[in-house]
């Protein structure tokens, strides 16, 4: 039995032999003249540590004519601030000499540049022909952002007419930088959103979508973020800085309320209904908030008033809460200017008080 196997081997070797790879993956030489060269990109997960960032010291100088260069460019104009300045930080100094090639056409692209000193003629070559100069850079001018997207062949040459100091990036930390950020920022909208009553239903893989969907914005000084009266249609969380918050009396006198600071929230209850903002909330010093409109909200995840229901006691603390907002917005025919201050009269309920069920004495409500 043995040898019947060991001929059956032998003589399947020889078909195989017969059969080499070199007759199965003959191709022709122009097999693949003309077809477009694939591109990929490295694939990254979040260290969920603390991720240490790069810091490449600058002069002021250097700074502003990096952030003006990048400035229009489609890859940086919709970072945020802190992405925004971890770019510009991780940017390192390169030199080339005069005639030298920066980057070669048809080669593998891992950095962007901007120009700091000096010029640099660009290269084109097609079908076959000599290369011709297309372009020219100087200062303040940026190639190869397109190294950053995927590790594919550069598109032209660029070589330095003089001797030249770049700013450069490459693709690992560009990318690090946007994960990085993006999942920090998730993380800490996802514990925000923890805390917000009218989210309390909202299942994990809803608050990820949420956290994604929020946007970052920031307030100068004394900017209004919500005017009382105006028509709701977005809700904040305060990232950094801090807020005031006001109330004005039927009679126009302004009154103080409690302030607002990191990781607290207002305006919630524009994802539910239309009514109108009860106090007005202006940035104490740079401000910046995550926000949501009503309208990405339900695109998101449908009607909130169908995700309170989930929860019966939930749904009867945010009854509570319109309740208390209504009673801030209608003057009240019975109060006497002489029975109580105008604070009290005009204010009479805080805008971060409890408006909770006792079963849920810690949900804490803005009315904003």
């Given amino acids: 039995m043995e ?27 122009a097999y693949m003249r003309g077809r477009r060269t694939s591109v990929s990109a490295e694939s990254m997960v979040p260290s969920h540590q603390n991720y240490v960032k790069t810091v490449i010291q ?73 290369s011709e100069k297309v372009f020219e850079y100087g200062p303040g001018g940026s190639f190869g952002e397109l190294a950053l997207m995927y590790n594919g062949p550069r598109a032209a040459t660029v070589t330095a007419t ?89 009679e126009g006198e302004e009154f103080p309320m409690p302030g607002l600071g990191p990781g607290q929230y207002f305006g919630e209850l524009a994802l539910l209904n239309d009514m109108p903002r009860a106090a007005t909330v202006k940035a104490q010093g740079r401000l910046k908030c995550a926000t949501l409109g009503k309208r990405a909200f339900v695109r998101l995840l449908g009607p909130v008033v169908e995700i309170i229901k989930r929860n019966s006691i939930n749904y009867q603390t945010i009854e509570q809460m319109i309740q208390s907002h209504q009673q801030q917005l209608v003057p009240s025919a019975s109060a006497s200017p002489a029975s109580a201050s105008p604070a009290l009269a005009s204010a009479p309920t805080p805008i971060l008080a409890s408006a909770a069920s006792p079963l849920h004495p810690q949900l804490q409500l803005s009315n904003i």
């Fill in 3 to 29: 040898s019947d196997t060991d001929n059956d081997s032998d003589d399947s070797d020889d078909d195989e032999s017969h059969e080499g790879p070199g007759q199965l993956l003959s191709l022709p030489a």
């Fill in 162 to 250: 003089s001797d030249v100091v770049l700013w450069a990036l490459d693709r690992i930390t560009f990318r690090r930088i946007l994960m990085e950020n993006t999942s920090r920022k998730r993380r800490m909208y996802e514990a925000f959103l923890e805390t917000v009553p009218l989210l309390v239903s909202l299942e994990p893989y809803e608050r990820h979508k949420i956290a994604d969907a929020l946007e970052s914005v920031y307030f100068e000084d004394g900017q209004i973020v919500v005017g009382q009266g105006d028509q709701g249609d977005a809700f904040f969380i305060i990232e950094s800085g801090e807020a005031t918050v006001t109330k004005c009396s039927e």
């Fill in 58 to 130: 600058k002069s002021p100088e250097q700074r502003k004519r990096i952030e003006l260069s990048i400035s229009s460019n489609f890859l940086f104009k919709n970072l945020d601030e802190d992405q925004h300045e971890d770019v510009v930080n991780a940017m390192a100094e390169k030199r080339f000499r005069n005639r030298e090639n920066v980057i070669e056409q048809g080669a593998v692209g891992d950095y962007f540049y901007v120009v700091e000193t000096g010029s640099l003629d660009v290269y084109v070559a097609k079908n076959g022909n000599p």
